[in-house]
Each structure stands twice: as structure tokens, then as C-alpha cells.
């Protein structure tokens, strides 16, 4: 197998969105240059929320302003910067992001505690900010379909409520899906059956898998991902972050643990595996933690 897997890495979003330390702007720039250096052409590097809702979020104009504008933005190279709203967009275009990720919750319940908004609502704001695309120019979008398996408030989310949003935003001809499972509640089964779904909704659009290890079924997801033909997934270096959801739940899926598992296999991801290692182990250890979440940055890689 000689396909290639893009991984994007999303540890200084997501990873460190959910840490209970917050790191410096210069410690995350640092972290950032580590990564890209490492491997990580798509990066998910800052996310343009109100700082006093999400400290560990402070400094994204900072940071932005910190890396060399790469200006690429052909979601094989970028840095992505989340966005929520239409203010969210305004300070990703300012800030010369590569790629927005717009975010559309699944569910009525998540998106009015997170977003104060409908599920409705926040496809409005996607349509928003893509017709904002055109008319004043801006990086690629790619949007986001959160808590897509599963939600804290709502329960159960069906295939159908993920398949409308999913064909809402494929017709606005945005440039990638992901269908993201924000709390780590999916199995790879469901798995395999919502990208079918979603691809047949939205059969022009590039798809990617975000999911979270909370209950130990990422890398199975992951597979079943792959497997159902996805070449974009998501994970986070250490597999850091954790779960707003779930007390002392660990995060993303590791980096290394899928570029393992992958490369392993024979497929191709272009990460150094022992560089993330080493980011793994040392960001591990500068958030407080007892040890890395990822099973790579504690046993290592095979062969040495
Ligand atoms: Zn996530």
C-alpha cells in the first residue's frame, strides 16, 4: 500500500484547547515551528473564539503574525484557523490564515452551550461567511460537523441530522467535510456507514475524520475511516487535549499512534515519527502531565 494519508495536526488547536495549562504565545510558536518541522503541512494552529470564554485560545492574531505567511492555503499546505462566526471569519481573513475551519454543530443542544446557535443558525453563518468568500476573497473553507456521532446534551445524533448539514454545505461548495465525533462516542462501524452517507450527500466534496479517543475507539475509527476509502484524517501530537465532557478523559487521537499504525501498514503520511515522539514526550511533560496520552511516545517506535 503506497496510498497517502494526510494527517492534519490539530494538537495546538484542539489539544491544547482542552489542557487545563495554558502555553505562552512564544511556547505555542515554538510548538507549531516543531511540528511543521516534524512533518505537518496542514496544521490547525490558532482558533479565532473569544479569549475569555477559552483562555487557552489567547493570541491567535499573535501567533499568526509570528509565522512566516506561507499564503499557500490549497488544503494540502496551511495553517488553519477555527472559526464559529462571521466575527471569527473576519479575524482569520485579517490574520492571513491559509484555511478557515468553520464549525457547524450536529445538534440544537451543543451549538446553543457552545455557539448560541441552532444547528439551523450555524449553517446560516456558513453560508454567511462563504457568500463573504466570494464577494471580498479569503482563504479555502473547510467546515466542520461537530459532535456528529454523539452529543452531551442532545444524545443520540442520527445519520440523518449529520446528512443534511452535510448536503447544506457541499452545495455551498465548500472545499472539505469533516465529520467529527467531538466527544468520542462513535464506533467504526457507524463509522464506515456515515461517510458512506456523507459522501453521498455531498459526492463533490473532499471528506476528513476528526475523532477523540475518550472511550479507546480512535485508531479503530481511524481504520474503519481509511478503510471506507477517507484520505484526511485529523490527531493531535501526544494525543493531548481531553474530553470538556468527560473528566480525565484523554484527547485526540495521537499523531504518532496514526502515523504508526498507518506506516506500518505501508502507507505514506511524510512525518518523521521520531521527531513527533520527542514533541510528544516533551509537550507531555510541559502541560503537567504523568505521562503522554499517545501509546507511541511511551513504548516507542518498531523497529528501533
Ligand atoms: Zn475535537
Known amino acids: ?18 489542557e487545563k495549562l495554558s502555553l505562552s504565545v512564544d511556547e505555542k510558536l515554538a510548538m507549531i515551528r516543531r511540528l511543521e518541522a516534524a512533518g505537518a503541512k496542514r496544521l490547525e494552529a490558532v482558533s479565532f473564539v473569544n ?33 464559529l462566526n462571521m466575527r471569527g471569519w473576519e479575524r482569520c481573513v485579517a490574520s492571513q490564515c491559509d484555511e478557515a475551519n468553520v464549525v457547524v454543530c450536529a445538534t440544537d443542544g451543543f451549538g446553543l452551550a457552545n455557539q448560541g446557535a441552532t444547528a439551523a443558525q450555524q449553517v446560516d453563518a456558513l453560508a454567511a461567511i462563504v457568500e463573504r468568500q466570494a464577494a471580498l476573497g479569503g482563504p479555502p473553507i473547510s467546515a466542520t460537523i461537530s459532535v456528529a456521532f454523539g452529543c452531551p446534551f442532545d444524545g443520540e445524533v442520527s445519520e440523518d441530522q449529520v446528512v443534511a448539514i452535510a448536503r447544506q454545505a457541499g452545495s455551498l461548495g465548500v472545499a472539505e467535510i469533516v465529520i467529527a465525533d467531538t466527544i468520542g462516542v462513535a464506533d467504526p462501524w457507524t463509522v464506515r456507514r456515515r461517510v458512506e452517507a456523507v459522501r453521498a450527500a455531498a459526492p463533490d466534496t473532499r471528506l476528513r475524520l476528526h475523532f477523540h479517543d475518550t472511550r479507546n475507539t480512535g485508531l479503530a475509527n481511524a481504520f474503519a475511516g481509511v478503510e471506507a476509502g477517507v484520505d484526511v484524517l485529523d490527531a493531535s501530537v501526544g494525543g493531548l487535549g481531553g474530553c470538556p465532557f468527560a473528566p480525565n478523559a484523554t484527547g485526540n487521537i495521537g499523531t504518532e499512534d496514526l502515523v504508526y499504525m498507518l506506516e506500518r501498514a505501508g502507507f505514506e503520511t511524510g512525518y518523521d515519527l521520531d521527531a513527533l ?16 496520552a499517545s501509546s507511541l511516545a511511551r513504548a516507542g517506535g518498531f523497529p528501533a
Open 277 to 292: 515522539i520527542a514533541i510528544g514526550r516533551d509537550i507531555s511533560e510541559r502541560l503537567g502531565k504523568a505521562a503522554p
Open 51 to 83: 479569549p475569555n470564554r477559552v483562555p487557552q485560545m489567547a493570541g491567535a492574531e499573535e501567533i499568526m503574525a509570528g509565522l512566516a505567511p506561507e499564503g499557500l492555503g490549497d488544503l494540502e499546505h496551511s495553517r488553519i484557523g477555527l472559526v
Open 1 to 18: 500500500m503506497s496510498r497517502f494519508i494526510q494527517i492534519v495536526e490539530v494538537g495546538p488547536r484542539d489539544g491544547l484547547q482542552n
